[in-house]
């Protein structure tokens, strides 16, 4: 069965203290692994996409790559409006397959 | 507009009452996707619409959940007899071509 499982559910950092989200997933047939952040109250916002194992994608304090297992998004340095819930998703067949999220806290 | 649009953006409804979703995709995408998220959990896809295919059904819970793409634009998702455990958060993406998925804010529904 399809499986999508992120770790850890919630992470609290201090400001500045680098970390990582864990996504492992079990599919056959990966077309795309996704990355969206949301906020409190909205849709989740579009991150990256990591098509293939080695692959990386960065965007200011935020690192994606990917293997055959699994995905880590890297937060680098990271700043209070750094917290939200990160949310992966795998893409099979017609539709995308989510995690349950990280819930990011980082305290100033 | 700009982005994908939800209305309304909170629905508060009696158990046993119908009520109806509505989604308003970015012009000139193709794909439109009906996900549900419940408190604290991951989004569960309901519906799949995609140019003037038949819809990809497989997600919906049950038969009183029910939808319809009118004129390869906006969406309505419709509950029928709603239920407590209806209540979530219902979101709305859609897309073109191989692209990735936008979202909208989301309807919050809650069922008394």
């Known amino acids: 069965e399809d499986q999508v499982t992120q770790s850890p559910e919630a992470l609290r950092l201090q400001e500045g203290e680098s970390s990582s989200l864990n996504c492992s997933y079990t599919?056959?047939?990966?077309?795309?692994l996704f990355w969206y952040r949301q906020d409190p109250g909205k849709g989740p916002e579009f991150l990256f996409t990591?098509?293939?194992a080695g692959e990386e994608k960065e965007k200011e304090r935020l690192k994606a790559t990917l293997t055959k297992k699994e995905s880590f998004l890297h937060i680098t340095a990271p700043k209070p409006e750094d917290s939200a819930t990160y949310l992966c998703?795998?893409?099979?067949?017609?539709?995308?397959?989510f995690g349950a999220g990280t819930r990011l806290t980082v305290k100033p | 507009g700009a982005g994908v649009s939800q209305s309304p953006s909170n629905k508060v409804t009696e158990k046993g009452k119908d009520v109806e979703l509505r989604c308003d995709p970015i012009?000139?995408?193709?794909?439109l996707y009906w996900y549900r998220q419940s408190l604290g959990q991951g989004l569960e896809f309901l519906i799949y619409?995609?140019?003037?295919?038949?819809?990809?059904k497989s997600g919906l819970p049950s038969d009183r959940f029910s939808a319809e793409r009118t004129g390869g634009s906006v969406s309505t998702l419709t509950i029928q007899r709603t239920q407590q455990e209806d209540s979530a958060v219902y979101l709305c993406?859609?897309?073109?071509?191989?692209?990735?998925?936008?979202f909208g804010p989301g309807t919050r529904l809650t069922v008394l």
């Open positions: 993406a859609s897309k073109r071509g191989s692209d990735t998925q936008y």
């Open positions: 599919v056959s047939g990966l077309r795309g």
């Open positions: 990591l098509y293939s």
């Open positions: 998703a795998v893409q099979v067949d017609n539709d995308m397959r």
């Open positions: 012009s000139g995408h193709t794909a």
């Open positions: 619409f995609q140019g003037n295919s038949a819809p990809d």
